[in-house]
């Protein structure tokens, strides 16, 4: 029997032959230990595909190569035996970049950049296959893929250049639209009205100037590899060895015998096909004993596809895309359709071209299992220890017994589907909770009889026979299957009543913005839509993060977390952890330093001051609290032995809900906060024509940046510590390091290169989770400690938005006008303070959303309870506040019968006007941004149109939902402030260092700009260097959209300040490069650095001392159509306006403004944090917590920068802030969504106000209020 030992693959142009590696190693840590970090982790689970690589294979018969996406998270290495593995840094570079990575970066389809390989790796693999695909392809094939950031839409539009059928713009002009280069424009397109575009710049890239896409000149498969495959032709069997596992690859099944005879008796087989699925599992559970691996994925006969008339075989091997492709390919196909369809349904096509079917049949989850047990599936099963050969049917019993017939040496070989006797006729897949899928596959047979097979409802599927689809759910009840599990049957039922086509991509986008005349030759570059300061490297993988940095003798670090909500710790055992070969050591409260503390939030110059501890002290107050941590010589080690320390509670009843905690009178602060405006509302309400009374409940968010907490610490000589941290505030990790180990601050420098996303979550005590416990093991090791949390560990351990109980009541008169609003918000704070005390003074402060109610009052709670504790997010206690206020004024429009826009825009506060925290609203031109909505999305018509298709369409229904937003800026005192350091090299070159933190939102490409405008210099002169706490000391955090404001406006005081000197020299020396003049400068001694400090001159321009200087605001008109049968909906336009004063970067704010809706968007209708009655997380991964991907983007998506807008001479060079403002908009499509409910009341809009339904708009919710209505 001839045996290879040795892995042969080859990663772009490198090969690897490797002998006893771990056969379960995933390719992501393969490469990342290489150098290659590229390939991002996000989730570690398959479904952020931040870590897509593309794998090649060469076909031996057909002499020629396939490549495949695949997600390198989840490849085991020995699956990539005699592959070829591309990855993100293989097809270029920020130099020589490919197209679609040139496409990405420069089409601003890049923000924090974190995801960008994974994208750029899913199209590439889509070209590789397909070179010009069409729109509904481009998106099918990145569905796998999240951002955070973006809100998808430059994605989509950049990589629709490569599809052949989009005529709008351009595909690298390998034809021409209309006998033209697509960049010369017709007439302005229909939605462009009413003078719209006399001034204004459409779109934000020009696409003509991009290198052509020349399929060509891709990567060939390596000579090399094809020849070492050839040779192997007869090999026999391919083996990893190590001390702990074993695995085999025998190429044809007559080897498995051979294998089975060697192995000593005792030893722990697993048969797989890909092997992806136990791995997986392996690695999150406890066992860490010596196993053998058979895997069928080389062999010969279980890689078959036969594709008779009436028969398809498919051998056991093969993967779900490959499965789907035989049957694409079978004669049978129109016959197969509604299969195929469920195939496509798949989640993820990376995670289909590995998972095999057998796989998928044997875990009885998800698509296949309903399909196999409809089709009354043949398999045919080899039992290697008595040589029998026996043949299974999917039946009704198969999932209660086949564990006991697919047991010890048995395995599937094959399949067969026999169409002979059955079609199939309809199929669906469904997920009405966003949690879990269920799907449904009905097949008619020959004899005129049915069977419906289902899954996701029982721990197996079940399977009907007979039975009429509208009788299911009586026919499940008879089974026993209890109501309360039955509740998404009805839309599943829909759905696969209705046919499924073909979906056609469309998708137009339109970007306006004033463009900038370059005036009198000067560099300066503010105005310009540039793209991302690293946008380059993102695309091309050379962006590093916090856990791609090489750091020499580095351990890395686990977290041990709490199981309960709330309990005492009676007992933590970490014997079995410690014996784990690679462990060092474990930490807790015990490995403090005498000088430290456990709890860094107390102290006074903490942002902000709280009590967040470390560690568990004796009790856990929450569930994925941390109670230590293990180290270990690699993350993956380190997670395993986390795993093994045991920890014994005594349990105590766990405060979960805002109910158990007004309840329990559990708060934060004994008063609540209360602000008032008028007269007391109580006595105001008996003048109102109309009052609405009421609660809703906002659910929590995750910030879900790609990019998981993570930090790097490394003692230095002399008890000095560099700190490398994805962090939003470097000054406040500085503090907090020091006071951990009771140390000064000048003994700690933090640098932060930049974040993978950051939205709040990266600001305050949370980044801390990582770091600090690093910090604490690398003290007591004396050795550098990272720790890059899982995204489970996040989940659980990190907190997000708050959750929020809203009381309203709110009146007013005859025609709309409000009158006076009584308003009370409870928010969730989790276990401890964090910023949630400010969090709900931002509540209460901002409760007026964008109105003027002349008699108000609103009282805010802070709640504590044993769940995660919440922090900032995005928005910062806007969203909640703004979405109880729009809920109750569409509550009360409706009763009042009046269009909510209507009354919307008859009630917005305007420039002058007091808001409830007694601050005037100054520089905010929110009525203006409206009305130029209005004609961007023409208003008129859409109701006209939307009115017309409710009446003409039985199953589908539109909405329309038009809101606003109102955002004050700054934010006062000491958050106004700012240090930077801005040196001039003698070459003429500039650095330039502040305190903020790059995340995504283009902070640094605006100060770029600033300064090339403020210096008259080119940009590509002029470098942002990453933040060192040593250079620039105290910056308060990154946040609160104010970012460019306070450092734009420091550099420019200290580009001013240098030029106040080399000015005057570069005019006496007109003649002279600017090089020379720096040289000349420096010969006069003339300072070439300068650091300076600067405070926002509020006096200086006349504003106020305290409260907004300025506002930015901005509005949206969304339409929604949704499915009344099932539930589901889809965005169909979304048009905004906003004011962003004299945007710095125009495609940097719409950037933020895309992303930012559909951020919302998300938390509106998907997103949703729950925890059982134990106070459990349930929604603890990206599997089980839902964010938007490329198929939620609207159809259009049409942002304009207004007009004209307001500037504002105090903000640098008039611009205004921009990151938060936009994402209140996106509450609109939970309006627009239930306007299109209600346009099933009989008396519309009068008695159409649904009063229970809440956020997230999950389809059950949705089809339960159509279903209410329609009674
Ligand atoms: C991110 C993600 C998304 C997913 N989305 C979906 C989805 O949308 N729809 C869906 O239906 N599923 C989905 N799945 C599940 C996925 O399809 C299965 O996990 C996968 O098919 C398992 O196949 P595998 O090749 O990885 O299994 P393997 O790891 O090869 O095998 C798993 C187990 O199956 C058994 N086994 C495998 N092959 C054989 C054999 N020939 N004979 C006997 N026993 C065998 C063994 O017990 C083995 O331990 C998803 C999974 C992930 C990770
Ligand atoms: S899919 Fe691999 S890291 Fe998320
Ligand atoms: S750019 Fe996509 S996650 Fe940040």
Not at 288 to 312: A, H
Not at 801 to 816: I, M, N, Q, V, W
Not at 826 to 833: A, D, I, L, R
Request: charge should be neutral; proline fraction near 4%.
């Amino acid at each position: 029997m001839s045996m290879r030992k040795t892995l042969i693959f080859f990663v772009n142009d490198q090969k690897f032959e490797l002998e006893n590696v771990d056969p379960d190693l995933t390719l992501v840590s393969f490469l990342r230990s290489k150098g290659l970090t590229g390939a991002k982790v996000g989730c570690l689970e398959g479904v952020c595909g931040s870590c897509t690589v593309v794998i090649g294979k060469w076909n031996h018969n057909h002499k020629n190569a396939k490549y495949i996406s695949a997600n390198a998270c989840l490849l085991p290495i020995f699956w990539l035996d005699l592959c070829f593995v591309i990855t993100v840094e293989g097809i270029g570079n920020p130099e020589k970049m490919h197209p679609v990575q040139e496409r990405l970066s420069r089409g601003h389809g890049s923000q924090c950049g974190y995801c960008s390989p994974g994208f750029v790796m899913a199209m590439y693999a889509l070209l590789r296959n397909n070179p010009y695909p069409e729109e509904n392809e481009i998106r099918q094939a990145l569905k796998g893929n999240l951002c955070r950031c973006t809100g998808y839409r430059p994605i989509i539009e950049a990589f629709n250049t490569f599809s052949s059928k989009n005529k709008s713009i351009c595909t690298g002009c390998p034809g021409q639209v209309n006998g033209q280069c697509c960049q010369i424009k017709s007439s302005p397109s229909d939605f462009v009205k009413d003078g719209l575009t006399d001034i204004y710049e459409q779109g934000l890239t020009k696409w003509k100037d991009f290198q052509k896409y020349d399929p060509t000149q891709e990567l060939v498969f390596p000579p090399e590899l094809i020849q070492t495959i050839e040779k192997l032709q007869n090999e026999e069997i391919f083996s990893l060895q190590t001390k702990h596992t074993t695995i085999y690859c025998p190429k044809t099944l007559k080897y498995v015998k051979n294998i089975l005879q060697k192995l000593s008796t005792g030893s722990k087989i697993y048969h797989v096909s890909s092997g992806q699925a136990l791995r997986f599992d392996l690695a999150k559970s406890k066992n860490t004993d010596p196993s053998v691996w058979i895997s069928y994925n080389k062999c010969e006969e279980m890689r078959r596809v036969e594709l008779k008339e009436e028969q398809i075989l498919i051998g056991a091997a093969l993967s779900l895309s490959e499965v789907r492709e035989a049957l694409a390919r079978s004669e049978q196909k129109e016959k197969l359709k509604n299969l195929i369809w469920l195939l496509d349904e798949y989640s993820s096509i990376h995670v289909g071209n590995v998972a095999t079917w057998t796989g998928s049949l044997l875990s009885a989850f998800g698509d296949f299992p309903a399909l196999a047990l409809a089709l009354n599936l043949k398999i045919y099963i080899q039992n290697f220890d008595t040589d029998e050969i026996s043949i299974l049917k999917v039946g009704n019993d198969f999932f209660d017994t086949y564990k006991t017939k697919i047991t010890g040496n048995t395995i599937i070989t094959h399949a067969v589907i026999d169409l002979k006797e059955v079609e199939v006729t309809r199929a669906a897949k469904f997920d009405p909770e966003l949690r879990s899928l269920i799907n449904l596959v009905e097949v008619e047979c020959t004899n005129g009889k049915n069977r419906i097979a289902l899954n996701g409802f029982e721990k197996f599927p079940i399977l009907v026979e007979n039975v009429k689809i509208d009788d299911l759910e009586k026919e499940l009840k008879k089974l026993g299957i209890p109501e309360e599990k039955l509740e998404g049957l009805p839309s599943l039922v829909n759905m696969a009543k209705q046919e499924k086509k073909k979906e056609e991509g469309h998708f137009e986008t339109l970007q306006l913005f004033q463009p900038i005349d370059n005036k009198d030759g000067h560099y300066g570059s503010v105005g310009r839509p540039l793209a991302h300061q690293y946008a380059d490297r993102h695309t091309t993988g050379d962006a590093r993060y916090v856990e791609d940095l090489k750091i020499p003798d580095l351990l890395h670090l686990a977290l041990v977390l709490s199981e309960e909500a709330h309990a005492e710790i009676v007992n933590v055992d970490t014997s079995e952890a410690l014996k784990l070969k690679g462990v060092v050591a474990y930490v807790d409260i015990n490995d403090i330093p005498t000088k430290g503390t456990n709890v860094p939030g107390t102290h006074p110059m903490s942002i902000p001051p709280e009590d967040t501890p470390i560690f568990a002290d004796k009790l856990v107050i929450s569930y994925g609290q941390t109670i230590g941590a293990i180290i270990a010589e690699t993350p993956e080690i380190a997670r395993k032995a986390a795993k093994l320390v045991k920890v014994e509670y005594k349990k105590l009843k766990p405060i979960v809900t805002i109910q158990d905690a007004v309840e329990a009178k559990s708060y934060f602060t004994v008063e609540p906060i209360v602000l008032k405006q008028g007269e007391d509302p109580d006595d105001k309400f008996k003048d109102c024509a109309h009052v609405v009374e009421g609660k809703v409940y906002l659910q929590g968010q995750q910030h879900a940046y790609m990019e998981p907490q993570s930090a790097i610490c490394v003692p230095e000589e002399s008890g000095e510590w560099t700190i490398h941290t994805a962090t939003q505030s470097g000054a406040n990790a500085q503090l907090h390091a020091a006071v951990i180990l009771g140390i000064g601050k000048h003994k700690i420098n933090v640098r932060v290169k930049r974040l993978g996303g950051g939205f709040g979550g990266k600001a305050g005590t949370q980044c801390g989770r990582a770091r600090n416990v690093a910090l604490i093991a690398a003290n007591k090791l004396k050795r550098p400690v990272s720790c890059v949390l899982t995204r489970y560990e996040d989940m659980v351990n990190t907190g997000g938005r708050h959750p929020a109980l809203g009381y309203y009541k709110l009146g007013c008169d005859t025609s709309g006008k409000l009158i006076a609003g009584k308003f009370e918000a409870y928010v969730n704070g989790g276990y401890s303070q964090d910023c949630t005390l400010w969090v709900l003074g931002a509540v209460v402060a901002t409760g007026d959303g964008t109105f003027h109610v002349p008699n108000i009052k609103y009282t805010g709670y802070a709640c504590k309870t044993n769940t995660a504790s919440n922090t900032a997010m995005r928005g910062f206690g806007q969203p909640q506040a703004i979405f109880i206020m729009e809920y109750a004024m569409d509550k009360l429009a409706r009763k009042a019968g009046i269009l909510p826009e209507k009354m919307r825009e008859l009630n917005h506060a305007v420039e002058g006007q007091t808001r409830i925290d007694g601050h005037t609203i100054l520089n905010d031109v929110l009525s203006k941004c409206w009305e130029e909505c209005k004609k961007l999305a023409d208003y008129k018509k859409l109701r006209v149109e939307i009115d017309e298709f409710n009446q003409n369409s039985t199953t589908r229904k539109r909405g329309l939902a038009m809101t606003a937003s109102r955002f004050g800026l700054l934010h006062g005192k000491t958050f106004e402030q700012a240090f930077v350091l801005v040196q001039i090299y003698l070459d003429g070159t500039v650095g330039i260092s502040i305190g903020g933190a790059e995340m995504g939102q283009g902070l640094n490409i605006k100060c770029l700009q600033v300064a090339s405008q403020a210096l008259n210099l080119p940009i590509d002169k002029i470098t942002m260097i990453e933040v060192a706490t040593d250079k620039t000391a105290n910056v308060p955090v990154t946040g609160g959209s104010q970012g460019a404001d306070i450092h734009g406006h420091a550099i420019k005081k200290a580009c001013d300040q240098l030029m106040s000197k080399i000015g005057p020299l570069r005019k006496e020396l007109q003649e002279k490069s600017w090089e020379d003049v720096v040289a000349e400068a420096y010969n006069r001694c003339i300072p070439l650095s300068a650091g300076v400090h600067g405070q926002f001159p509020r006096e200086e321009v006349g504003g106020p001392s305290d409260g907004a200087l300025y506002h930015t605001t901005g509005a949206v008109c969304t339409v929604v159509e949704i499915d009344i049968t099932t539930g589901e909906h889809w965005l169909k336009s979304v048009d905004i306006v906003m004011d962003t004063g004299n945007s710095l970067n125009p495609a940097i704010d719409i950037g933020q403004i895309e992303g930012g809706f559909m951020q919302m968007y998300g938390h509106m209708t998907m997103e949703q944090v729950l925890w059982d009655d134990q106070g459990r997380l349930m929604t603890d991964s990206f599997r089980n917590y839902r964010l938007p991907t490329v198929s939620h983007v609207p159809d259009n998506f049409r942002v304009m920068l207004l007009k004209n807008p307001n500037t504002y001479p105090g903000a640098v060079y008039s611009s205004k802030g921009i990151g938060e403002p936009p994402l209140l908009l996106g509450a609109s499509a939970f309006f627009a969504v239930k306007d299109a409910i209600s346009s099933l009341a009989k008396n519309w809009p009068e008695e159409a106000y649904i009063n229970n339904i809440e956020p997230p708009l999950t389809p059950y919710k949705v089809r339960k209020a159509c279903d209410e209505l329609k009674k």
